[in-house]
């Protein structure tokens, strides 16, 4: 019989670090998609087949802009936090380093050249 406590016990399994935020914020992120996605895919679905003149003039107004900057942003950091997820689970030592950089960099650098691209039409 060993007198170990249960903390002692404990250590090292389970989720010690940042889980909890980890959750929260994909699902913050998820409840905001969920409402920004019908007015993305209205607003999108509806320049589909239009004319290069009339797609500018559209997203140069600020609701169209507001709603496909946002949905880029928010649907970008979702992407990354969930490939986090895959990643820290099948990867190990610096295969897992190397797949969360380059994850980060393709996510925030995709937001951002979108986020450019859309600043170029509006402007």
């Not at 905001?32 to 087949?49: M, V």
């Not at 970008?76 to 295969?95: A, C, K, N, P, T």
């Amino acid at each position: 019989m060993a007198y170990v406590t249960d903390r002692k016990r404990v250590t090292g399994l389970g989720s010690a670090k940042s889980g909890t935020a980890h959750h929260w914020t994909m699902t913050v992120t998820s409840v905001a998609l969920l409402l920004l996605t019908p007015f993305f895919l209205l607003i999108i679905g509806g320049l589909l087949g239009q004319p290069h003149a009339d797609v500018v003039a559209s997203l140069s107004r600020p609701m169209p802009a507001l709603v496909v900057s946002a949905y880029l942003v928010v649907g970008m950091h979702h992407m990354r936090l969930g490939m986090q997820v895959l990643i820290e689970d099948y990867f190990r030592g610096l295969s897992r380093k190397i797949g969360l950089i380059v994850t980060t960099i393709l996510c925030y650098g995709l937001a951002a050249g979108g986020l450019v691209a859309l600043a170029q039409i509006a402007l």
